[in-house]
Nanobody, 127 residues
Framework: QVLVMESGGDSVQAGGSLRLSCVVSGLSYSHFLLGWFRRAPVKQREGVAAVGGIGTTNYASSVLGRFSISTDFARNTLYLQMNELKPEDTAMYYC?????????????????????WGKGTQVTVSS
């Protein structure tokens, strides 16, 4: 069973930084797809960043150059480092995980690719 739990959400001023964490258990080393998603009020869920089992990454254009996804296998933890935060980054952020034997050159940002989800952590950016 794959379990996913996020943490690290907070309220920050525009221009600030936050690091979200996601503890993932039950996945095989290198056979995974991990992603961060967000949903703002009255908006659809948006894929933010993803990482595949061979270390390839993918980012939404809206966060490219500001956000960075990384993994710490020793801690079974996925991170999302968010810099230069903007008010439009305000959303509930979700971590998602999927066991897969596919190796993605460009890990997908589509939610349908992920079956295991956390409950979310709120990020609020004020101007």
């Amino acid at each position: 069973q794959v379990l996913v739990m996020e943490s690290g959400g907070d309220s920050v001023q525009a221009g600030g930084s936050l690091r979200l964490s996601c503890v993932v258990s039950g996945l095989s080393y290198s056979h995974f797809l991990l992603g961060w998603f967000r949903r703002a009020p009255v908006k659809q869920r948006e894929g933010v960043a993803a990482v595949g089992g061979i270390g390839t990454t993918n980012y939404a254009s809206s966060v490219l150059g500001r956000f960075s996804i990384s993994t710490d296998f020793a801690r079974n933890t996925l991170y999302l480092q968010m810099n230069e935060l903007k008010p439009e980054d305000t959303a509930m952020y979700y971590c998602a995980a999927q066991e897969t034997f596919e190796y993605y050159a460009v890990p997908p940002l589509g939610a349908a690719e992920y079956k295991n989800w956390g409950k979310g952590t709120q990020v609020t950016v004020s101007s």
